[in-house]
């Protein structure tokens, strides 16, 4: 697992554009450093040059504009850049050379938002990525499980602290920064949804707060907990079907093609599955990545494969619009929707599969 802050570029990109009376001016004094040592301020983001100088007898000004409040890197000279969280105004930068992880920021009451999520964040991730070095240390077994346990556990607290940060800090601009990093930590855009929505509007409405409400948008589609999005492929006959034909069952969308190893490996399985559980209100209906022209392919590997369930194939491989609807990027894969249309699980293989269906439809 990646050091938490050194990824903070990767997981929330946030571009920087001027506006008129959006101005800051930072006046800086660093005890201890040389004079003509040269300071540059970065978005930490996009990396693009914001404001520079040079130090003269401690001091430096670095004057700009931004859009909106956001994440710099403050370089001074060869030393270790540090992150200040920016707003509109004017900011003083306190400190010495010898303790530049300890400079002081006056003026950015965003600053003093981004420290708290540091001091909160920071030492559980510490202790997140222990844990999972001595899990990857640690053969199979019950000190291993115990390991996975404290680790889910770790997990846990994080989520109780996501909330507790937010609840909060509803109107202030670095909340949207922390959910977006801290979303790596759950893959549930709808719970995502729910603590974005409990932000002030003026915050959800900033240029970071519409990108991040565009990444929730994206990764809703598909996901456990939202209605499945309907869709129409011709079956191997060419009669048109639908998803949301099956309503009232609970049915399995499976992708897959007659070219990939996986799916077909997987295949024994999904039979194995539909014929334990299809007098139990459950079906599947087979999406097929076949390419262009191969349908001879396709319908030879549902024959040989046993694939009884309903198929259905546009035959434009990874171009297939269901594929792209879903945002498939690799299958095998899967969504299983409850009899309202509802997801209640994705990626189910193997004997999480028929664990699932049992734990829905009952296994006696």
């Known amino acids: 697992m990646k050091n938490f802050f050194s990824v903070i570029s990767v997981l929330f990109a946030v571009s920087l554009q001027a506006q008129n009376g959006s101005s800051f001016v930072i006046r800086g004094s660093i005890v201890g450093m040389n004079d003509g040592t040269p300071v540059l301020l970065q978005n930490a983001s996009t990396n693009a040059e914001v ?30 850049p540090q992150y200040i969280y920016l707003q509109k105004g004017e900011i003083s930068i306190v400190g010495n050379k010898n ?24 030492p559980l991730v510490s202790q997140l990525n222990a844990q999972v070095t001595q899990i990857n240390k640690t053969p199979a077994g019950e000190v291993r499980d115990s390991l996975m346990s404290y680790y889910y556990k770790l997990l846990d607290h994080i989520q109780t602290e996501i ?6 800090r509803k109107s202030s601009p670095v909340s ?3 959910l977006s990093v801290t979303s790596q930590f759950y893959d549930d855009p709808v719970l995502l949804e729910k603590r974005f929505l409990k932000l002030d509007n003026a915050v959800r409405s900033s240029q970071a707060g519409v990108e991040l409400l565009q990444f929730i948008n994206y990764n809703k589609v598909g996901a456990v907990g939202t209605q499945a999005i309907d869709f129409v492929q011709p079956d191997t006959a ?32 999904v039979v194995s599955t539909y014929h ?29 494969d046993m694939l009884t369930w309903t198929q259905v194939s546009d035959l434009k491989y990874w171009n297939n619009e269901a594929a792209q609807l879903y945002h498939v990027s690799g299958i095998p894969y899967n969504i299983l929707v409850d009899p309202n249309g509802i997801i209640v699980a994705k990626n189910l293989r193997g004997p999480d599969l028929q664990n699932k269906l049992c734990e829905l439809l009952g296994c006696n």
């Open 276 to 304: 334990k559980f299809k007098d139990k209100n459950f079906t599947v209906l087979g999406v097929s990545l076949d390419q262009p022209g191969k349908k001879d392919a396709w319908l030879q590997a549902i024959r040989k």
């Open 163 to 168: 909330d507790r940060y937010i609840d909060t």
């Open 99 to 122: 303790a530049l992880g300890d400079l002081k920021v006056y003026g950015s009451a965003v600053h003093h938002d981004y420290i708290a999520f540091k001091n909160a964040f920071n």
């Open 176 to 178: 949207v920064f922390a």
């Open 51 to 80: 404001a520079a100088d040079t130090i003269k007898n401690y001091k430096f000004s670095l004057k700009g504009n931004i859009a909106e409040p956001d994440l710099f890197l403050l370089k001074l000279g060869s030393e270790q």
């Open 238 to 269: 060419g009669n048109l079907v639908s998803l949301s034909s099956f309503k009232g069952k609970y049915v399995l969308v499976d992708f897959w093609a007659s070219w990939c190893k996986p799916c077909r490996d997987e295949n024994p399985n």
